[in-house]
């Protein structure tokens, strides 16, 4: 086995990220961490957490930062995620988000960012031909503009720690993939 390995994706709704998450921890074998997943899980259960996450992500919007900080803190802390790296998706979402994930595990806690970048243009094509139950028009353009407004500046946080690597989303699937999993070899 090679070492865990431990990554941060971003990537705007619909870049593909999710696609490209599951290839990825298939490929290295990492625990697949990602906040929407978990928090979808908590309103499913009906938890009094889950009934107020949902408040916000049924409107599209994030929810709070100390929430969300908390959920992942513990959740890195478990034993499968020290022994097998992990694959953060959807979070940090903020750059707050972003110095709390460096003040729980250190800047050295983590090897890379990957942002998988495809141009606002063609996302929207993209989330317009899939016409989900969730992308209701208007959480759409509110998940869109809160991302430039603040997820950006979160990647730009891992830039400016000298971590981040851009990968051009645009293609197929697997072409996409062989990209991401190109810069990660290549920075790890
Ligand atoms: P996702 O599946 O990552 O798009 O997440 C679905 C929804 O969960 C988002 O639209 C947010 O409302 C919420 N969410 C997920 N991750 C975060 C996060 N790191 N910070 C705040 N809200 C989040």
């Not at 090897?111 to 970048?117: G, K, P, R, S, W």
């Not at 317009?128 to 759409?140: M, S, T």
């Not at 979160?154 to 720690?161: E, L, T």
């Amino acid at each position: 086995m090679t070492k865990p390995v431990r990554l941060v994706i971003f990537g705007r709704q619909g870049a593909g990220k999710g696609t490209q998450c599951v290839k990825l921890v298939e490929h290295y074998g990492a625990v697949h961490i990602s906040t929407g997943d978990m928090l979808r899980a908590a309103v499913e259960e009906g938890t009094e957490f889950g009934r107020k996450a949902n408040e916000f992500m049924s409107a599209g919007q994030l929810v709070p930062d100390e929430v969300i900080i908390g959920v992942v803190r513990d959740r890195l802390a478990q034993e499968d995620v020290r022994a097998k790296g992990f694959l953060l998706d959807g979070f940090p979402r903020t750059e707050p988000q972003a110095q709390a994930l460096a003040a729980t595990i250190g800047e050295d806690g983590f090897d890379l960012a990957v942002n998988i970048e495809v141009p606002l243009d063609v996302v929207k094509d993209r989330i317009a031909g899939r016409n989900r139950g969730d992308d209701a028009p208007e959480a759409v353009e509110r998940r869109l503009a809160d991302y430039e407004a603040k997820t950006v500046p979160a990647v730009r946080w891992f830039s400016g720690i000298g971590k981040l690597v851009e990968v051009d989303g645009v293609g197929a699937e697997d072409e996409v993939f062989d990209r991401v999993r190109t810069v990660i070899d290549t920075h790890l």
